[in-house]
């Protein structure tokens, strides 16, 4: 039974704050470090505070404060802050960087939101050594390892074309991956028994289960004397599966599947695509096919853009895909211009473009999936959240005769509102950082903003929305449903109360795909 | 007639199903919350911890045996407070971070709780 003993029962945090375990400091048993945020100013500006905890009796003390507002701090094995990231007033990604608790903090790097930032990834055990991301003289993150008795840097991993994901298991840097189209793993060529365990355990995973399609394995636990590991296998069809491997034994036990419900034979796999857009830029995606759907069949459909923008979709299993997929739907997804994992450079391709390169690249995509022969082109359909909510208003605006229907889910449709409403104008930088992704050109916004072009939307739309959405307020998906009511266009509005930028509730969710399917199907 | 109206049924059903391209039943199971997240394993490898979707679709956390899988304890919180996310500070005790269900913004939040617990005896001896 829950004994929670009102005495002892005083916060570590002030009522006002909220924090999450930072360290767990490793070669001491009895504290971890936790980072702690004023709530009400999270994203105002407020600064970390890291406090060591005494798992044995609450005690706290507390070790100190970030010198950057917002952000992150990285604490030492011995729960030292040693690196901070955040952003300044002008929007700029600031890491600073200290030797040790004497010395004072030095400004490592700083630039304007966009132009790259540094990242620190590890601080090895003996504090001899420091892994960072750097992306500041590169578009693609370049993955640095620094002597900090000597200072002397080594580049250890860069691609020129794909961000670099390090690696870390356990204080060892194993090798790096990066995410073209399916996760590519490179193993540094270093003399670790970590590395060879795990590599043994890969094998090991081939040789006793079947492996029908390209499956990720990931580590995602493992034991202080390094002899037992907790393996995590993904793919797209399946839900992800739980392994216990015994590295001494080299033998692997299953463990669990994490979602049991969605366990279905025969579901689609997501496939890599990529192709050269008009402006000559490769853009890079993921399609699936509808259930049975033959080679050289045309099937309609549902083209699902990823939020953001400056965010990315990566192979794995998504619900979305299959649900679409087994009702009878091609699914496309594509990594437009502004979306990340490709470098900064093709972030920033996306700034100012929402309705822009960024539309340009979603419509090309889905004329590359009828030209390849995948979608019927007179059956195509556009759903996606947020600013995917925004592409599946805005898309049929520019190409009424390409999306033929669609539902526009948590999304931002009057871009001058962003500015007055939701909690991306409240946080400190949160002007410049929406001066820079949409641009300041208010001709331009005004082009870009759906809410002033209903007459265009001829595609039966779903405006859906939640009541306690913070992000993209309630009253975009009024601004649209007014604006199409006035221009006399099919829409429908559903707002559900109590949910916020993405619905939890199971049935809220199954309400939704419900009436999806229902509307795809009548309307394509 | 009771046949014919079965049919009639059977045939009703079916066209719901055909509208939609897939079954309720499936739309169901694809709706719903992962049951099994954030397998970890104890420093010293005897137990494996995993957080769990309660009946009430809230997240509790279960701890397993290493070697059989025996259950060797369930730890949910009451009212609208669920587990977030939790560590193994040490072999024997783990800390829990507290999340809760908002009604009010119908979003999931981190609570300013973290409990400290004992794992065998289930007793939150510290809870800050």
Not at chain 1, 213 to 223: D, Y
Not at chain 1, 516 to 521: A, D, G, T, V
């Amino acid at each position: 039974m829950r004994s929670r003993n009102s005495k002892t029962n005083k916060s570590v945090l002030d009522k006002m704050s909220a924090g999450f375990v930072e360290n767990i400091l490793e070669d001491d048993d009895r504290h971890v470090v936790i980072s702690a945020y004023p709530f009400a100013k999270s994203n105002t500006g407020s600064f970390v505070t890291s406090i060591r905890l005494n798992v044995y009796n609450g005690q706290q003390k507390k070790l100190g404060k970030s010198p950057l507002a917002g952000g992150q701090v990285l604490t030492d094995s011995k729960g030292i802050p040693r690196f901070a990231v955040g952003s300044d007033a002008d929007n700029n990604s600031v890491t600073m960087y200290r030797a040790s608790k004497k010395d004072d903090w030095q400004t490592l790097s700083k630039t304007p939101y966009g132009e790259g930032e540094v990242y620190p990834v590890n601080i090895s055990k003996d504090g001899a050594t420091i892994h960072i991301l750097d992306s500041t003289q590169t578009s693609t993150f370049q993955l640095k390892k620094i002597d900090t008795l000597t200072g002397e840097t080594e580049v250890v991993f860069h691609h020129p074309k794909f961000d670099a994901y390090p690696q870390i298991i356990d204080d060892e840097v194993l090798g790096a991956t990066t995410n073209p189209g399916y996760t590519q793993a490179y193993w540094f060529e270093i003399d670790s028994e970590l590395q060879n365990s795990i590599l043994q355990a890969i094998q090991a995973f081939n040789g006793s289960i079947e492996v029908f399609n390209q499956k990720e394995l990931t580590v995602v636990a493992l034991t202080k004397k390094r002899d037992k590991a907790i393996l995590v296998v993904r793919d797209s069809v399946s839900s992800p599966k739980y392994y216990l491997y015994d590295m001494s034994k080299n033998q692997m036990k299953y463990l669990l599947t994490m979602w049991p419900e969605i366990e279905d034979a025969g579901l689609e796999a997501e496939i890599p695509f990529n192709f050269r857009n008009s402006d000559g830029v490769r853009i890079y995606g993921y399609y699936t096919k509808a259930r049975d759907q033959q080679e050289g069949e045309a099937s309609p459909m549902i083209v699902i853009p990823h939020g953001g923008p400056h965010a990315r979709d990566t192979w794995g299993f998504d619900p979305d895909t299959h649900i679409f997929s087994q009702a009878g739907y091609a699914v496309l997804k594509i990594n437009f211009r502004g979306s990340t994992g490709y470098g900064k450079e093709f972030t920033k391709l996306g700034f100012g473009e929402w309705g822009g390169d960024t539309q340009a690249d979603i419509i090309e995509a889905t004329e590359w999936a009828i030209a390849q022969g995948i979608a019927d082109a007179n059956k195509i359909g556009i759903y996606g959240g947020s600013f995917g909510g925004y592409s599946a208003a805005m898309a049929p605006i520019l190409r009424p005769d390409l999306y033929k229907s669609s539902v526009a889910y948590i999304g931002v449709f009057d871009l001058q509102m962003l500015y007055n409403e939701g909690d991306i104008k409240g946080i400190k930088w949160g002007g410049k950082y929406l001066d820079k992704t949409l641009g300041q050109d208010s001709e331009k916004i005004r082009s870009m903003s759906p809410v002033l072009h209903a007459d265009r939307l001829d595609a039966p739309i779903i405006i859906v929305s939640g009541e306690d959405d913070q992000r993209a307020p309630v009253e975009h998906a009024y601004a649209l449903a007014d604006a199409l009511k006035k221009e006399g266009k099919d829409y429908e509005l559903i707002v559900v109360p109590k949910e916020g930028h993405g619905f939890r509730k199971p049935e809220n969710r199954f309400m939704l795909y419900k009436k999806m399917l229902e509307h795809f199907s009548s309307t394509l | 007639m009771k046949n014919l109206l079965h049919a009639l049924l059977f045939l009703i059903s079916l066209d719901v199903t055909a509208n939609l391209g897939v079954t309720e039943d499936f739309i169901k199971r694809f709706s719903s919350l992962p049951s099994y997240t954030d397998v970890d394993i104890s420093p010293d490898g005897k137990m494996i911890s995993v957080i769990t979707k309660m009946p009430d679709d809230k997240k509790g956390l279960t701890i397993f045996d290493a070697e059989n899988l025996s259950l060797i304890n369930t730890i949910s919180l009451t009212n609208e407070e669920e587990v977030a996310s939790y560590f193994w500070a040490n072999s024997t005790r783990l800390v829990i971070q507290v999340g809760y269900y908002d009604k009010k913004m119908g979003v999931a939040q981190l609570a300013s709780t973290f409990l400290l617990t004992l794992i065998l005896l289930n007793q939150h001896i510290y809870s800050v």
